[in-house]
């Protein structure tokens, strides 16, 4: 579905799909239990550079500039470890902070400022804490209180090193895939 503007995008990491379903029945299990639906429009992902609106008409150009981003880039080692929350509506899963995945996310946040005039104006404002989302903002802060004292505690590890960014797109009601730019091959941890 078309904006005014363009369409909506945003850049992320995607774990592999194993990781991916084991964090997708955690999302399942939210929503279930605690009414969080919108969680389930998108894949399990990381994000690098929230959502933006993009004309379809210049998405050659767009994506010349993730493939010039990508390229010399080395894949980048994720470490998923535990729960947190940005208290009272969002649950996730952490991920650490490493010097790979925070130089690929500033990468990624001046490139696309620079050459493309697409600015995170929120996040110009605060750190960036890299995380996957398994309860959305659609959740209630009363369900939130019910959920949180059930996540809190839980352990959840999952290694992984992501081969490529990934442009996602939304067509008007998910997120989906619309293209990849791999990465280097991967360095190890």
Known sequence: MAEVNGDRFFVALLPPQAVQDEITAI?????????????????????????FLWPLAEMSRLEQHLETLARPRPAVPVRLRGYSAFAPRVIYIDVV??????????????????????????GKTRS???????GFRDLSPAAFRRAWPEFEPRSFAAEFVAQALTLLRHDGQLWQVFSEFPLQASNPY
């Not at 960036?128 to 398994?134: E, M, R």
């Open 128 to 134: 960036f804490t890299p995380h996957v989302t398994v």
């Open 97 to 122: 902070q490493t010097p790979g995945l925070m130089a690929v996310q500033a990468a990624i946040a001046a490139h696309l400022e620079k050459n493309c005039g697409i600015v995170d104006r929120v």
């Open 27 to 51: 999302k399942q299990e939210i929503w279930q239990r605690f009414g969080s639906k919108a969680v389930l429009r998108s894949p399990p992902h990381i994000t690098l550079q929230p959502p």
